[in-house]
């Protein structure tokens, strides 16, 4: 993959990173962290866009921050502030499990979780084809 520098990926976080499992933290999507990882060494700003707050949202950031995942913003880009004041994150790309076209995993009893390795062939296709 080339260098991503300059691009924005807003990722969400239950069924995204973890295991849907909301207050708590879920088991981890397979995949999830070794990506993100990959990306991040790539130089991709990595975003961390949830509808967690308060007590869970720190939660969330930890459980990255241990697992090496620094985050360039949280719910927010923060170099769109130079030309829109929208609170919508930009993002060149956006990762979540509801997002209609993410590829799933699907085990029966559980909530749907994002299929990491079928992201990762697209990203990196979209990414080459652009440059």
């Known amino acids: 993959m080339k260098k991503l520098n300059d691009i924005s990926i807003c990722v969400n976080f239950d069924g995204t990173i973890v295991e849907y499992d909301y207050p708590r933290i879920g088991e981890p999507v397979p995949g999830a962290i070794e ?7 790539y130089g991709a ?3 961390l866009f949830t509808m ?3 007590t869970q949202l ?4 930890n459980y990255l921050k241990v697992n ?3 985050l360039y913003g949280i719910n927010i880009n923060p170099s769109q502030t130079e030309w829109t004041q929208s609170p919508k ?5 956006h990762i979540d499990d509801s997002s209609l076209g993410t590829p799933l995993i699907y085990k029966k009893g559980k909530r749907p979780y994002v299929n990491w390795k079928e992201v990762m062939i697209e990203l990196e296709t979209r990414i080459n084809k652009e440059s």
Do not use: C, H, V
């Not at 720190?58 to 950031?61: D, G, N, R």
């Open 52 to 54: 967690r707050s308060g």
């Open 58 to 61: 720190l939660q969330s950031i």
């Open 68 to 70: 090496g995942i620094n």
């Open 45 to 47: 700003n990595i975003i």
């Open 89 to 93: 994150a930009y993002g060149d790309y």
């Open 35 to 41: 990506s993100l990882k990959r990306l991040q060494d």
